[in-house]
């Protein structure tokens, strides 16, 4: 397989990038599918230790995939108490 892509690119140079960007974008969304997966407060891998995970979390702590400079303790609570 990987001869035969070769001797493709041999022949044909200015496919080269098009490799390189769906490669680099096939890798970065494997990435960020992984952090999801792994990361992600909702998701339970282990279901008899920890079946609800986002109950860990602290009133004032939030989620965030970009960290902003917020004091979210004194935010005013719209939603009930579990």
Known sequence: ???VIAK????????IPLFVFI???AAMSI???SRLA???P??????KN????????????QY???????????LKKEGPDF
């Not at 920890?50 to 702590?61: G, L, S, T």
């Not at 965030?64 to 004194?74: G, I, R």
């Open 1 to 3: 397989m990987l001869s």
């Open 8 to 15: 493709q690119l041999k022949s044909h140079p200015a496919l």
């Open 23 to 25: 490669g680099g974008g």
């Open 31 to 33: 990435a960020y599918l």
């Open 38 to 40: 792994l990361r992600n």
């Open 42 to 47: 909702d998701v339970s891998w282990d279901r």
């Open 50 to 61: 920890n079946p609800e995970p986002w109950n860990n979390m602290k009133p004032d702590q």
């Open 64 to 74: 965030k995939l970009f960290t902003v400079n917020m004091d979210y303790s004194k």
